[in-house]
């Protein structure tokens, strides 16, 4: 494969909100401390699947938050603690059927195992739920627990994969919140649509479809990932025409959710005023689109990356692993402060 790169592709309705992105992105300052500039969890990771919460969460650690957890079954975490000493992972969920490894001590009631994690709420800015999560009842069950306390505790949330299917049969779940992002695959957007008993789709323009879904969540921002990914609360879309990897390997819609995840957790610390962000603020509800759109981007731009220097033999680790590139080329140039960036 060629790696002669020209830089990102992009339009100029594109250019400008990442210009906005930029300005939720925080200057690595001395006066920070460990913990300010992002705590991230994310919940998933069963026995059978430990490469997605993996993915999510090192995707978050690796854009730049500054703490990441997995919080999964035992039998997944002592896998996933293998992959990276980088991560801290909490084996705190339960599957109806334990296996050996989670056989000690098993505890068969989601509410109290929803508690155990509720617990640790307080201490994160951001939460990724479903990234192999599975379809276990027990799990679904606590997890669904896990989004109400996260709902009443307005932490923003980014649902994917499986826990999708908590949305399907239950919208009210998080209908209405602002706090909540939606990332579903064709399919899932497909299921979802169904689920909310909408009109036939294809009476809808090219991005009619997720403002008619955004719309009927009351505000949820869903992320339509396709050619172009299209991001809207219902009110406000935004379209993100990245040129990406030609690969569709599994696990890349991971590495979206963890690199959105990072960039809510940017979101509270700009909410927060941790750094002097100017006389022009952005909004708390704008910073969700932007929020969405940021991690988008870096996705796109790291399957760009990825796909130059492996093609066909592209995997998920490979997105990981152009993270830090990817970042450089969207947001560590011409930034008129060399010391903004300064990684």
């Not at 993996?54 to 975490?77: E, K, N, Q």
């Not at 009110?235 to 696990?251: I, V």
């Not at 979206?256 to 990072?262: E, F, I, Q, R």
Request: aromatic share 6%; proline share 5%.
């Amino acid at each position: 494969m060629t790696t002669n790169d020209q830089g990102p592709q992009m339009s100029a309705a594109t250019r400008g909100v990442l210009g906005r992105v930029r300005q939720m992105i925080p200057p690595m300052l001395e006066k920070f401390h460990k913990g300010q500039l992002g705590r991230i969890a994310v919940i998933g990771g069963s026995e059978d699947y430990t490469g997605a919460p993996y993915f999510s969460a090192m995707a978050s650690a690796r854009l730049g938050c500054d703490m990441s957890h997995v919080i999964c079954t035992p039998g997944a975490g002592a896998v996933i603690k293998t992959y990276s000493p980088n991560l801290m992972v909490h084996p705190l969920l339960r599957q109806s059927s334990p296996s050996k490894t989670d056989a000690n001590g098993h505890d068969a009631d989601p509410e109290h195992i929803a508690a155990t994690i509720i617990e640790m709420l307080p201490r994160l800015h951001a939460l990724v739920v479903g990234p192999g999560l599975g379809r276990d009842p027990l799990m679904q069950a606590t997890v669904s627990r896990v989004i109400r306390a996260t709902r009443e505790k307005k932490m923003p949330v980014v649902i994917d994969a499986d826990a999708l299917q908590l949305v399907q049969k239950d919208p009210d779940l998080v209908k209405g919140y602002k706090g909540a992002i939606l990332t579903p695959n064709v399919v899932e957007f497909g299921r979802l649509w169904d689920a909310l008993g909408l009109d036939d789709p294809r009476n809808e323009s090219e991005t009619g479809k997720v403002e008619t879904l955004a719309r009927a969540l009351d505000g949820v921002t869903i992320i339509q990932k396709g050619g172009k990914d299209f991001i809207s609360d219902g009110r406000t879309t935004l379209t993100d025409d990245l040129e990406g990897g030609r690969k569709r390997s599994g696990g890349q819609g991971d590495t979206l959710t963890g690199a959105v995840a990072t960039f809510l957790g940017w979101r509270k610390a700009y909410l927060d005023r941790i750094w002097d962000v100017g006389d022009d603020p952005l909004s708390e509800d704008e910073m969700m689109g932007l929020a969405a759109f940021g991690g988008s981007a870096i996705t796109r731009e790291c399957s760009r990356l990825a796909f130059l220097k492996k093609g066909r033999s592209l995997q998920a680790s490979d997105l990981t692993d152009e993270l830090h590139n990817a970042f450089m080329s969207l947001f560590g140039k011409d930034d008129g402060d060399p010391n903004v960036f300064k990684l």
